[in-house]
C-alpha cells in the first residue's frame, strides 16, 4: 500500500516573463486536467531599488522568506485578478492566494473582493492572507509597521464579521465597520477557506487559533515542518477547535531533475520517485497539501527568464508529479 500524501496543487504563473494572459489560462486548464487540487497565486506589490532597503533590516525583520530584491518579486501581477481570469476557463480546480498581505487592503474592501470571486469560480476559493514585512509596502499602502501582529488578529475578525453577518457591524482598535449591508455573501458558507501565513510560534498559533489553516512561506524549512505544524495545532486546541480540521499548506518549490539528484538533495529536488517520497514525508508530518511553485524556480520566474523556456519547464513538471496521469 502506498503512503499517504498531501494534496497537491500548482502555482500559477504570476511573477516574471512567462505569467502572460495566455499562459495562465494555459497551465490552469493542463493542470486541472492532471488533477491538481488548486492554483495559487501571491502578492508582491513592489521591492526597493538597489541599496533602498538596510541588509540587517531584512534578514531581522524577514528570516523565513526571500531577500527583497529577489528575481521572483521583480515582476509581479496582482494576486486575486489572474484567479478571477483563469475562473471561467476551468471547472473543477480549486483557487487561492498564498498569500495576500492583509493589511495593505481595507477589510471590507478584500471582504467584497473575495466574495466576487467566490461567485465568480463557483465557490473554489482559498483566501491566504499573510501580515508582510516590507516597510517600502506598508509605507505605500499608508499603514502603520508597528503593531502588525494586533492589527492582523483584528483583521482577521473583521474580515469573517464582513462575510458572514449581515447587518454587520464591528468596533475594534484598527478597523470599525458602521452598521451595514454589505449586499454580497460568498458562495461558501460561513465563508471561504481562510488561511494564515507566518513563521514565528505566535502567528503559528493564530493560523489554528483564527483560522482554518497555515501557509508556510518560500524559504519554510521542510525537515522541521513537523514543529511548526505542531504550533498550528496547538493554537487549534486552545481555541477550543478539532486540530485534525486545520489546513497546512507547503510552498513547494521544486527542481526537478531527470536522474536521482543523490542524498545530498534539498526536499522537493530529484527526481520524481524522489519528490514523491519527499511529499510523503510531509504528510507524515502532518502537511495536508503542497502546492508546487515554479514562480520561485530561478529557471522560470524572474523577468530576464525566457517565457517559452518557463513555459516547457513547467509542463515538464505538471506532467511528471501529476497526481491523475
Known amino acids: 500500500m502506498s503512503a499517504p500524501m498531501p494534496l497537491l496543487g500548482f502555482g500559477l504563473p504570476v511573477s516574471g516573463a512567462w505569467a502572460t494572459a495566455d499562459r495562465m489560462i494555459h497551465v490552469a486548464r493542463r493542470a486541472e486536467d492532471r488533477g491538481y487540487a488548486a492554483l495559487w497565486t501571491f502578492q508582491r506589490l513592489l521591492y526597493p531599488v538597489e541599496g533602498g532597503l538596510d541588509p540587517a533590516f531584512d534578514r531581522r525583520e524577514n528570516p523565513g522568506t526571500r531577500a527583497a530584491d529577489d528575481p521572483s518579486y521583480q515582476q509581479v501581477h496582482d494576486p486575486l485578478l489572474p484567479l478571477a481570469h483563469v475562473a471561467s476557463h476551468t471547472e473543477r480546480i480549486g483557487l487561492g492566494t498564498a498569500t495576500i498581505c492583509a493589511p495593505f487592503l481595507a477589510p471590507v474592501v478584500l471582504a467584497k473582493a473575495t466574495a466576487t470571486l467566490d461567485h465568480l469560480c463557483g465557490g473554489r476559493l482559498s483566501v491566504g492572507l499573510g501580515i508582510g514585512w516590507m516597510p517600502h509596502e506598508y509605507e505605500a499602502t499608508g499603514v502603520p509597521f508597528a503593531r502588525r501582529g494586533a492589527r492582523m488578529e483584528e483583521y482577521l475578525r473583521c474580515l469573517v464579521a464582513l462575510w458572514t453577518e449581515d447587518p454587520v457591524r464591528f468596533e475594534g482598535e484598527f478597523y470599525s465597520v458602521p452598521a451595514s449591508h454589505t449586499g454580497l455573501a460568498p458562495v461558501q458558507r460561513p465563508h471561504p477557506p481562510l488561511l494564515v501565513g507566518g513563521s514565528a510560534p505566535a502567528a503559528l498559533r493564530r493560523a489554528g487559533r483564527l483560522a482554518q489553516g497555515w501557509i508556510g512561506s518560500s524559504k519554510q524549512d521542510l525537515r522541521t515542518i513537523g514543529e511548526a505544524v505542531g504550533h498550528v495545532r496547538d493554537g487549534a486546541r486552545e481555541a477550543g477547535r478539532d486540530p485534525d480540521a486545520v489546513r497546512t499548506l507547503v510552498r513547494g518549490i521544486v527542481e526537478l531533475t531527470e536522474t536521482d539528484a543523490g542524498s545530498g538533495r534539498r526536499p522537493l529536488q530529484g527526481s ?36 517559452d523556456a518557463a513555459t516547457a519547464e513547467a509542463e515538464r513538471v505538471l506532467d511528471a508529479l501529476a497526481p491523475r496521469p
Open 272 to 307: 520524481a520517485d524522489q519528490v514523491r517520497d519527499d511529499l510523503a514525508a510531509l504528510a507524515a508530518r502532518g502537511v495536508t497539501e503542497v502546492f508546487v511553485d515554479l514562480n520561485f524556480d530561478a529557471r522560470v520566474g524572474g523577468p530576464a527568464v525566457d517565457p
